[in-house]
């Protein structure tokens, strides 16, 4: 799967496409049926291996972005005040960047000092491992390693999503532990 820049034309049906994702949030999840998160292997920001299976045990939210994508640029800033605000009490933010040229992603990343996890997949296995339909795409994953939310793209009725499923999952934590 390669989600790369699209072309001028391209980016025109993008933005039309992208506009109506902001009208979805989690509608999908009610008909979402729980499976486990895929095993992906994406890199760090100094091109180590990393895995969602360090992530087992915690609350994972998994978002793909791309520099290129709008509501992506608005919603990162959102996900590393979720990674600060929760990652006491058990989730990790791991946003995954997509785009096939690393310079477009640095070039994004430059002056942020980002405290969510920010890995890189420029040859999009992940997404495709996810079956992303549309650019922001994010997961939200169980301790026990099971994808139970997602969403395509993101606007403020998103954030209140993220919130209210992060404390579910979090407070179905005390259970977890008590197993």
Same mark, same amino acid.
């Given at each position: 799967?390669?989600? @790369?820049?699209? =072309? ?17 949030? @989690? ?18 920001? +100094? ?6 299976? $360090? ?11 791309? @520099?290129? =994508?709008?509501? =992506? ?10 990674? $600060?605000?929760?990652?006491?009490? #058990? ?8 785009? +096939? ?22 040859? #999009? ?7 992303? $339909? #549309?650019?922001?795409? @994010? ?33 179905? #934590? ?6």
């Amino acid at each position: 799967m390669t989600l @790369s820049r699209p =072309c001028a034309p391209t980016r025109a049906l993008l933005a039309v496409f992208l506009l109506a994702l902001f009208s979805r949030t @989690s509608a999908a999840n009610e008909t979402f049926k729980v499976s486990p998160a895929p095993a992906i292997s994406v890199k760090d920001k +100094e091109g180590h291996p990393r895995t969602l299976s $360090e992530f087992k045990g915690r609350v994972v939210l998994v978002d793909f972005w791309a @520099s290129w =994508c709008a509501p =992506c640029k608005a919603s990162f800033p959102a996900l590393d005040s979720l990674h $600060e605000e929760f990652h006491d009490s #058990g989730l990790d933010v791991v946003a995954i960047n997509v785009d +096939e040229d690393a310079k477009s992603a640095r070039a994004f990343l430059a002056g942020k000092s980002p405290s969510m996890n920010v890995f890189f997949d420029p040859q #999009g296995r992940s997404p495709e491992a996810f079956k992303v $339909e #549309g650019m922001p795409s @994010s997961f939200l994953i169980d301790r026990d390693g099971n994808i139970r939310f997602r969403h395509m793209g993101f606007n403020d009725q998103t954030r209140t999503d993220f919130r209210r499923e992060i404390r579910l999952l979090l407070g179905e #934590g005390s259970d977890h532990a008590s197993k």
